[in-house]
């Protein structure tokens, strides 16, 4: 199955700054879909991109897909406490979905 | 509404003991099922997975194992545990086919220590 390398690995942010996540594919990707994983809790889906450039917000959250569609990535905006989490991208479409390592984010109050 | 189920939440087993986790999806009809372990502070690891009754998928080589006797049950197994099976499963399902929407829905999750 196709697999993304997500970008960084780790962030610690204070509160109130704004954090981003990088996926990038060497392959065309069908679409790619956003999951959250709250500390101690199940992978939540939060979006799923499928057009060219596709922007999509959600609140303080902004997902973008690339125009080649090999890359995404998730921007928050002045994060809170409820952020904390680790943020995965994995590309759909297929029958066999992998989950990469994500990007684990901590917030500082 | 469709609703997942996944138990037990915890165990603690001894090394050589065998294992059996549940998994059962309401509200859907042949769904795709999955089972993802994750180790402490790693990445989810998918283990099998199934498109239909009896037609299991295994992605990785290990001492488990998975069954699948009805439309919406999904079943992991092990006969013998080994420290390494140590994790957090998480039993998954999605809409069945190709279209491209295959998001997934995850259970609460079965915390195993192998001991």
């Known amino acids: 199955g196709q697999q993304v390398m997500q970008i960084p690995q780790y962030q610690h942010v204070q509160e109130g700054e704004d954090f981003t996540t990088y996926c990038n594919s060497s392959?065309?990707?069908?679409?790619i879909q956003w999951y959250k994983q709250r500390p101690g809790g199940h992978p939540v889906f939060l979006i799923q991109?499928?057009?060219?450039?596709e922007v999509k917000k959600q609140k303080r959250l902004t997902f973008q897909f690339g125009e080649a569609k090999k890359n995404s990535s998730l921007h928050i905006t002045a994060t809170q406490t409820t952020d904390v989490g680790t943020y995965f991208c994995i590309p759909g479409g297929a029958n066999n979905l992998f989950f990469g390592t994500g990007t684990r984010l901590t917030v500082i109050p | 509404s469709q609703t997942i189920h996944q138990w037990p939440a915890t165990l603690v087993q001894p090394v050589g003991s065998p294992l059996s986790l549940e998994c059962t999806v309401e509200g859907t009809s042949n769904p795709n099922l999955y089972w993802y372990r994750q180790a402490a502070g790693r990445g989810l690891q998918l283990l099998f997975y199934s498109v239909g009754i009896g037609q299991i998928s295994s992605e990785v080589p290990q001492n488990l194992s998975a069954s699948r006797p009805q439309d919406r049950q999904f079943i992991l197994s092990s006969k013998k545990l080994l420290l390494s099976d140590s994790g957090f499963y998480l039993c998954a399902w999605s809409l069945a086919g190709f279209s491209g929407a295959n998001v997934l829905t995850f259970g609460a999750g079965s915390r195993l220590t192998v001991l």
């Open positions: 991109l499928v057009k060219s450039g």
């Open positions: 392959t065309t990707l069908s679409n």
